[in-house]
Every structure is written in C-alpha cells, then in structure tokens.
Nanobody, 126 residues
Framework: QLQLVESGGGLVQPGGSLRLSCTASRFTLDYYGIGWFRQAPGKEREGVSCINMRGDRTNYADSVKGRFTISRDNTKNTVYLQMNSLKPEDTAVYYC???????????????????WGQGTQVTVSS
C-alpha cells in the first residue's frame, strides 16, 4: 500500500521549534507536490504550506508566514516542515498530503491531494 508517514510531532513550549518530516512508503515523492495541513480540535482542516514538485515554489498561510519553512530533499524522499516561534494556536494534528498533477505551482487547498498521511500531533503549551 502506498503511504505517507509523518513524524516529528510532540510537545513544545511556546516559542520553541519542531521539524516535521513526511516520507513515502513504496513510492517516490519526486513527481508529487506536497502540502502540509493541520486540524485543531473543533476546527476544520486548513492548509498550512505547500511545495511544488521541483521544490522551487512554496506557499504559506498568513498565520505561519515567517515562522514555518517547507523544504524537500528528494534524495531522502522526504519533505520537511520547520516550525519556529511556535504558538499555542499552532496546536493541531498535522498531516502531509501528495498530489500528482506535476503543476509548476502548489496548492493549500485539499482538492488536488489524493494521498494522505495519518497525522502527527503537535502541542504547544507551557
């Protein structure tokens, strides 16, 4: 079964950092755009960031601009989400997703994504 697997979540104090990783099982991410999404309790899932197939275009939600950085290392078949200056409102389950359109752009909308990971919990609390 083709799967995405997230890792790197955990409990961190406000102002701290975490790096999430998204890896693929049994397929290469080289030809996929990747999005990171999050869902807090009682809220709808939102697109946090995305990166295109080549890694030369990214997009961020306003709420995380300047604090989060998405990157990819195709040699390791992994996409990262570096999260700095974390706030309590960043607390959520974080998901990565893959889409195969091979677009030059990337999307923070869920619509194009057809492969999803199981999520990793990020809790920001003192």
């Amino acid at each position: 079964q083709l799967q995405l697997v997230e890792s790197g979540g955990g409990l961190v104090q406000p102002g701290g950092s975490l790096r999430l990783s998204c890896t693929a099982s049994r397929f290469t991410l080289d030809y996929y755009g990747i999005g990171w999404f999050r869902q807090a309790p009682g809220k709808e899932r939102e697109g946090v960031s995305c990166i295109n197939m080549r890694g030369d275009r990214t997009n961020y939600a306003d709420s995380v601009k300047g604090r989060f950085t998405i990157s990819r290392d195709n040699t390791k078949n992994t996409v990262y989400l570096q999260m700095n200056s974390l706030k309590p409102e960043d607390t959520a389950v974080y998901y990565c997703a893959a889409e195969s359109s091979r677009s030059s752009f990337c999307s923070r909308s869920e619509a194009p994504y057809d492969r999803w990971g199981q999520g990793t919990q990020v809790t920001v609390s003192s």
